[in-house]
């Protein structure tokens, strides 16, 4: 004769990150085919939309682990509909009745309930930079102003660990830079203006603005990719990006929205860029020091395909070595 069934006991997980009520096929038939339904957490988000369903749910205290095997017992089921940060003592006690050995423990299954979509964990850094922007005695009276030198360290160092090709400070320092992306769009929340002037400035704005800006621009700007244009090579990508770009800014000049307060051979050679690519043939200046010399240095570097910036910082870290060498290092 066949021994009775042991049940089996689902632990249902949820994600904050996904909206309440958006459940897995899997999820539903489970929680609807059950016996019974168990939650611990009386505010727990998914609660409403499970009643609404036609899912009855007992809100209560964990329940006893022996009490639930019991019920289990001859074949039920039962879901536990857990909170995001589990239920420990549950399973801890089940856990320990089964090293027990004199219990038939029913079949245990994690069902997830939902999957976080690529992205899912910037919802958390959000809400994480909400709470330090309140809390935080220093971060709360931090202004655009003030963490702008911030935003051009943590760049440098970005690219730092891109030439040293280490994989791992290229990850830190990619959230390192999206950090300021983050604190700079809580700011701006506030309504604190990035200039000064609210009205030149149009008001607050918020991290989903910003996303919603970045996104635009970048569906105008593949009119290849979201649309019916034609670029099938990387020159006319670049091509396009500039012509939709000229468009949108209706700039009256090459020159026209490249920072001046770059460092001083990536600007050379962003302007040897612009003036190449407009087709302009424009005399270098002239005169004393070494200023003319270096800027002719950056712009044939330029046209030549190389980075001066990127060539002179690998030779100024080469040069460091051996100064270090030399100091006996």
């Known amino acids: 004769m066949n021994a009775p069934s042991p049940g089996r006991l689902v632990l249902l997980t949820t994600s904050h990150r996904v909206a309440p009520g958006q459940l897995s096929w899997p999820a539903w038939q489970a929680l609807h085919q059950a016996d019974r339904v168990l939650c611990a957490d009386p505010a727990h988000p998914q609660l409403p939309y499970?009643?609404?369903?036609?899912?009855?749910?007992?809100?209560?205290?964990?329940?006893?682990?022996?009490?639930?095997?019991?019920?289990?017992?001859?074949?039920?089921?039962?879901?536990?509909?857990?909170?995001?940060?589990?239920?420990?003592?549950?399973?801890?006690?089940?856990?320990?009745l089964a090293g027990s050995g004199r219990v038939a423990m029913p079949d245990l299954e994690l069902l997830p309930g939902a999957y976080d979509l690529p992205g899912a964990r910037l919802i958390d850094l959000v809400q994480v930079m909400d709470r330090i922007r309140e809390e935080c005695p220093w971060s709360a009276r931090q202004t655009h102003e003030g963490l702008a030198k911030y935003a051009m360290e943590e760049a440098f160092e970005l690219i730092e660990a891109i030439e040293e090709g280490d994989r791992d400070a290229l990850r830190e320092e990619l959230g390192d830079v999206l950090l300021q992306v983050v604190f700079h769009a809580r700011i701006a929340e506030d309504g604190a203006p990035a200039t000064g002037d609210d009205e030149e400035d149009g008001g607050p704005f918020s991290v989903d603005d910003v996303a919603a800006t970045l996104i635009d621009k970048l569906v105008r700007r593949h009119p290849h990719v979201f649309g019916d244009a034609v670029a099938e090579t990387p020159e006319e990508?670049?091509?396009?990006?500039?012509?939709?770009?000229?468009?949108?800014?209706?700039?009256?000049?090459?020159?026209?929205?490249?920072?001046?307060?770059?460092?001083?051979?990536?600007?050379?050679?962003?302007?040897?860029?612009?003036?190449?690519?407009?087709?302009?043939?424009?005399?270098?200046?002239?005169?004393?020091?070494?200023?003319?010399?270096?800027?002719?240095?950056?712009?044939?570097?330029?046209?030549?395909?190389?980075?001066?910036?990127?060539?002179?910082?690998?030779?100024?870290?080469?040069?460091?070595?051996?100064?270090?060498?030399?100091?006996?290092?």
Do not use: N
């Open 50 to 96: 499970l009643r609404e369903a036609g899912v009855e749910v007992e809100v209560a205290a964990t329940p006893d682990a022996a009490d639930l095997v019991d019920f289990l017992a001859g074949g039920r089921t039962a879901v536990l509909v857990q909170s995001g940060e589990g239920d420990r003592r549950l399973t801890d006690a089940l856990s320990r």
């Open 237 to 329: 990508v670049r091509a396009q990006w500039l012509r939709v770009k000229g468009e949108e800014k209706e700039r009256t000049s090459v020159t026209d929205g490249v920072p001046v307060a770059q460092p001083a051979l990536a600007l050379a050679a962003k302007l040897a860029s612009r003036a190449r690519g407009a087709e302009l043939h424009v005399p270098l200046p002239e005169g004393p020091g070494p200023g003319p010399a270096l800027l002719a240095l950056a712009v044939e570097a330029e046209r030549q395909g190389t980075d001066p910036e990127a060539a002179l910082r690998e030779s100024a870290r080469r040069y460091r070595e051996a100064i270090r060498a030399a100091e006996g290092h």
